[in-house]
């Protein structure tokens, strides 16, 4: 997921982000956290969704996934 565009997230966007990620994570399918601002990150942090996601650099996530490089470029 990238969080580039998302400037804030209230307690609903927690609850969806949980609930998607639990669906998710019931289809074995690893969800990857990228492009957090400050704030965003503090949520995470603050919410414990830091323990549930896997939140990478923008660096880490292109390293791990680089065909994403070219949605970034267009």
Do not use: C
């Not at 307690?11 to 949980?18: K, T, Y």
């Not at 601002?37 to 323990?51: I, M, T, Y």
């Amino acid at each position: 997921m990238d969080f580039h565009s998302v400037k804030f997230l209230d307690s609903s966007g927690i609850g969806a982000v949980i609930k998607a990620s639990s669906a998710l994570h019931n289809r074995g399918v690893e969800i990857f956290v990228t492009n957090l601002n400050k704030n965003l990150n503090s949520v995470f942090r603050l919410s414990g969704l830091n323990h549930i996601l896997s939140i990478l650099t923008l660096d880490e996530y292109l390293s791990k996934f680089p065909e994403f490089q070219k949605t970034l470029e267009a």
